[in-house]
């Protein structure tokens, strides 16, 4: 039984003191034994995330990090770094780090490597474009993205990955893909790791949705066969978060 994921991707939202106040007014409301809940903070975030939640039942995540041990990569955050702070997650080829900071593919397999070789669990994200999806080559290119990240990841590695399926189309949109939108893909992506790894694998990998993720959609695309939980923008910076957390309640 895959256990759920709520997952709440800041983005670049939240100064340490509001980091510090949205923390406190979400730590009450995201107790859920059921489920493993995370909060991907902005970097400089980190530091207060870890220390206002030790002991409790939330993890600590990046949202991006270099593929290089160290180095002249200047304004880059290795994983060492990331995980001497406390970090457990890190997550890997968000669409918007595709689209406006130049990761590709072959970027994204280098920091899942990366990210295993420090000991942090890759939330690796894939996805299409509106233009994808109305000219039907959605499922051959999350085909691809998933087989170009887990180029050389080993199957003990690969059940440890975290997925989030996210189209491009329903992030941040309000525009939330239909449960059976949703599931036809991360059931394809749970087969796809299945032809790469075999069955066990396959059945192990939590596979999340995100986009436009909220409250009122969590429950009916959590319960969904191959849908493992969310990855969560915009209502992971409010109360709402909570009602995500605790869709099973
Ligand atoms: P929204 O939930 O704001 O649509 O963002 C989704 C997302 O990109 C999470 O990584």
Sequence with gaps: MRKIIAAGNWKM??????????ITELLPLVNNDDVDVIFC?????IPVAIEM????????GA??????D???FTGEISAKMLYECGV???????????????????????????????ELIPIVC?????????????????????????VNVSAEQAK???IAYEPIWAIGTGKVATKEQAEEVCKFIRETIAGLYGQEVAEEIRILYGGSVSGDSAPELFAMEDIDGGLVGGAALKADFGRIVNYNK
């Excluded at 939202?13 to 949205?22: R, V, Y």
């Excluded at 949202?63 to 290089?68: D, P, T, V, W, Y």
């Excluded at 894939?126 to 887990?150: M, P, S, V, Y």
């Design 13 to 22: 939202n939240k100064t340490p003191q509001e980091a510090e106040a949205l």
């Design 160 to 162: 440890e990955t975290i």
């Design 41 to 45: 903070v902005p970097f400089i975030d």
């Design 70 to 72: 160290k180095g002249a």
């Design 88 to 118: 457990e997650y890190v997550i890997i080829g968000h669409s918007e780090r595709r689209q406006y900071f130049a990761e590709t593919d072959e970027t994204v397999n280098r920091k899942i490597l990366q990210a295993f070789a420090n």
């Design 63 to 68: 949202q991006n990090m270099h593929f290089e």
């Design 53 to 60: 939640l030790k002991g409790s039942n939330v993890s600590v």
């Design 126 to 150: 894939c996805g299409e474009t509106l233009e994808q999806r109305e000219e039907g080559i959605t499922l051959d290119w999350i085909k691809g993205q998933i087989t170009n990240a887990f």
